[in-house]
């Protein structure tokens, strides 16, 4: 597999945040110094980068088929304290429907990740346009399991075009990957360049918008090895969002307002 550069005629002009679920958080596991006592209903977020004859999908929510079925749900959901929460009907569908994207014109899909809150609608991808991961995350996801949160069945699955790009990547016109390893071996932030500003989708290098401006790392790591990486993802994350013109996005902070805006109003153009 090959660096991929999407091939998107135009820059992007709109974005479109989704909440395709939440999910119950421990503080601790979402902000390095965290409250383990202390659980938050988080927003399970993804984004539509909106381009003129085109869109990218920025992760992909849970598989609600799999949420909703007892049997396959239990297998993939158990451990204590934590549960996949839905909306009615398919929120991937219903929302891309809603903000008037045409899955024919779908240019491509990238992860930040691979855990299972992130990779659960690549169901919608088999035979579809390309999907890009980080080579690091790549490497990672094919051995995981439930222990490590991810769910090998979504993003194994055949039919997937999976194309694997290396740290800071161009992966569109005005869409980059930013390298913020450490929650897991290849996550990746986006950086998305509007017409009137930079919008930086944090995703789990920063739940909460507190790890942002106190450059505290996220409170979960695949090892221990890799707090430091963590660390360092979320000082990268902090000196952006102190660029003027850029704002930084946290992946799952309940009181951020694009992921409390879409929950009013179903969906809604960026400005
Ligand atoms: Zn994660």
Known sequence: MSVPALEIGGRPRHLHPFVLGYEPIPESLSIHGGD????????????????????????????????????????????????AIVPPGDPLLDQVAAA????TRLAGCALSHLHLDHTGGLRLLVGGP?????????????????REVCAPQDYLRPGLDVRLVDGD?????????IDTRGHTPGHQSFRIDLPDRTVVLACDA???LAG????????????????????????????????????VWPGHDPDWWAWQRHADVGVYPFR
């Open 36 to 83: 383990p006592a202390r659980y938050l209903l988080e927003p399970v977020t993804a984004a539509a980068v909106c381009y003129p004859d085109a869109w990218v999908l920025l992760d992909t929510g849970f598989d609600v088929d799999v949420v909703r079925d007892p049997v396959r749900r239990a297998a993939r959901f158990n451990y204590d304290s934590y549960t």
């Open 169 to 177: 990547a161009e992966l569109a016109p005005g869409l980059g990957a």
């Open 206 to 208: 920063a739940d909460l």
């Open 130 to 146: 390309p999907v890009i991961v980080q080579r690091a995350e790549w490497e990672f996801g094919r051995h995981a399991g439930p």
């Open 212 to 247: 942002i401006t106190g450059s505290r790392r996220c409170g979960w790591t695949a090892a221990p090895a890799l707090e430091a990486e963590a660390q360092t993802a979320v000082e990268r994350l902090h000196a952006l969002a102190a660029r003027p013109g850029v704002e």
């Open 100 to 103: 008037g994207l045409d899955w």
